[in-house]
């Protein structure tokens, strides 16, 4: 009898396991909300950085060819 009950209780977690595994749920859930956010910024942060190339990309040669035409 107590090696039945050995075993229900090895598949039955305590309160204090499911607290801990509820808490680690919480910490992963968490931390893959701030790598997604940091994901995002640094997705912004790039496409800012791109855009101010491409302005002064275009931009620098074509107020170089005015200033010369003249």
């Known amino acids: 009898m107590s090696s039945k009950k050995n075993q229900t209780g090895a598949k ?3 309160r ?3 607290a801990e595994r509820v808490r ?3 910490e992963r859930e ?3 909300k701030e790598a997604a956010e940091a994901k995002a910024r640094t997705k912004k942060i790039f496409t ?3 855009c101010i ?3 002064l990309a ?3 040669p074509t107020m170089a ?3 010369l035409s003249m």
Do not use: D, E, Y
């Open 53 to 55: 190339i491409l302005v």
């Open 12 to 14: 039955n977690p305590t």
């Open 65 to 67: 060819l005015t200033v």
């Open 58 to 60: 275009l931009g620098i």
């Open 30 to 32: 968490r931390r893959a």
């Open 48 to 50: 800012v950085v791109v």
């Open 24 to 26: 680690a749920a919480q």
């Open 16 to 18: 204090k396991q499911q």
